[in-house]
């Protein structure tokens, strides 16, 4: 059973940053590619950030390309989402997923993923 728990979230002032961690129990979390997601209060889940099991290739949402950055640190099975010039519209549940992948993909929807953690909540104050 692979299970992912997110932390790091928190109430921030605009122009702020928050760094997210999502540790990933699996014994092989390099085969896995990851994603995170975003949901706001009455609005759909929504594609953030993703990663190629390797860390290699990176793929962003427009809305945060350029201020968010996302990693995976294979050797401590942890993906990370570093948010920076964080705005009131950044406002969201934040969940980390994963997926079993071949090497190089890139996964963006939310039905590409098996596995999703509980969230954690950012809000961003003007």
């Known amino acids: 059973q692979v299970q992912l728990v997110e932390s790091g979230g928190g109430l921030v002032q605009a122009g702020g940053s928050v760094r997210l961690s999502c540790v990933v129990s699996?014994?092989?979390?390099?085969?896995?590619?990851m994603g995170w997601f975003r949901q706001a209060p009455g609005k759909e889940r929504q594609f953030v950030a993703a990663?190629?099991?390797?860390?290699?290739?990176?793929y962003y949402a427009d809305s945060v390309k350029g201020r968010f950055t996302i990693s995976k640190d294979n050797a401590k099975n942890t993906a990370y989402l570093q948010m920076n010039s964080l705005k009131p519209e950044d406002t969201a549940l934040y969940y980390c997923?994963?997926?079993?992948?071949?090497?190089?993909?890139?996964?963006?929807?939310?039905?590409?993923?098996?596995?999703w953690g509980q969230g954690t909540q950012v809000t961003v104050s003007s």
């Open positions: 997923a994963a997926h079993l992948t071949p090497a190089g993909r890139v996964l963006l929807n939310p039905s590409d993923y098996d596995y």
């Open positions: 699996a014994f092989t979390f390099s085969s896995y590619a």
């Open positions: 990663s190629s099991r390797s860390g290699g290739r990176t």
